[in-house]
């Protein structure tokens, strides 16, 4: 009797993984064609460049972003040109983050504008460290080209690279 309820349960985390895995699968789909649509004609093209307020050495800001997030290196953020603020809904202190699709060197990523700044001349973009290291693994760049940033229509987005 011990064994047959042991076999059930089993059976049901078996059941339930594989359905996360599938409806996981599914909406990754979905999300990647429906980033192409949502993705508004006002694409700027310039470079990215890494930010990351806890380096040593570093001049940014505090770990506070403009939208009054703190800093994650582990997440899809990026701060934007302060020029293309408008652009990206403002990033204003206490409001929700708006998205982007950031795309380079053959990949793309939606990340969370939620911070912006100075950035150096010819950049539109300061991508935070994951972000960064999804586009240039060994962060040898520093600065990464021909960038394209579309701003996304909407606040339903899941930041993360789009297959």
């Not at 089993?10 to 594989?18: R, W």
Request: charged residues 20%; contains cysteine.
């Amino acid at each position: 009797m011990l064994f047959r309820s042991r076999a059930a349960v089993c059976g049901a985390v078996v059941v339930f993984v594989v359905s996360v895995t599938f409806a996981r699968s599914e909406a990754g789909g979905v999300h990647s064609s429906a980033v192409v649509d949502a993705a508004s004609g006002d694409t700027i093209v310039g470079a990215a460049s890494m930010y990351n307020p806890f380096k040593p050495g570093k001049l940014e800001g505090g770990p506070e972003t403009a939208s009054g997030e703190r800093y994650d290196p582990d997440g899809w953020a990026a701060a934007i040109k302060i020029g293309l603020r408008e652009k990206f809904g403002g990033v204003l202190f206490g409001a929700r983050p708006k998205f982007a699709l950031v795309e380079a060197v053959g990949k793309k990523v939606i990340v969370k504008i939620n911070d912006v700044g100075p950035l150096v001349p010819g950049r539109i973009i300061d991508l935070n460290e994951r972000t960064m290291r999804h586009f240039d693994p060994s962060l040898e760049r520093g600065v990464i080209s021909d960038v394209k940033v579309s701003p996304l229509a909407g606040d339903y987005w899941i930041p993360g690279p789009v297959s």
